[in-house]
């Protein structure tokens, strides 16, 4: 039996909340980026998108989001808790999106 759209995502985000934020994400941004922000948002908008449609707000938040994680990966290479945590975070960001 496969998992729904849904319900993968659901089960997806209980996984990640399980996850802790990477430490080295807390001080100097490793891309210049502000990663406690942008998790913030991304995962109030994969949150908002398992309760039911997502507005215009967040759609566009979720595109930027995803935007912004493509081009950071990268360089989150070398630190393997932050690439796995963001790079799982941007699967539940574009299955957010998909809803």
């Known amino acids: 039996m496969s998992d729904t759209h849904p319900d993968r995502l659901a089960r997806l985000w209980q996984d990640f909340l399980t996850l802790p934020f990477p430490r080295s994400c807390y001080r100097q941004p490793p891309v210049g980026d502000d990663l406690v922000l942008l998790d913030s948002h991304l995962a109030g908008c994969v949150s908002s998108a398992l309760t039911g449609p997502l507005d215009h707000r967040r759609r566009e938040a979720l595109r930027h989001g995803i935007a912004t994680l493509h081009r950071i990966l990268p360089a989150l290479a070398d630190d ?20």
């Open 80 to 99: 393997p808790e932050a690439s796995e945590y963001f790079t799982r975070l941007r699967e539940l960001a574009v299955l957010a999106a998909e809803r």
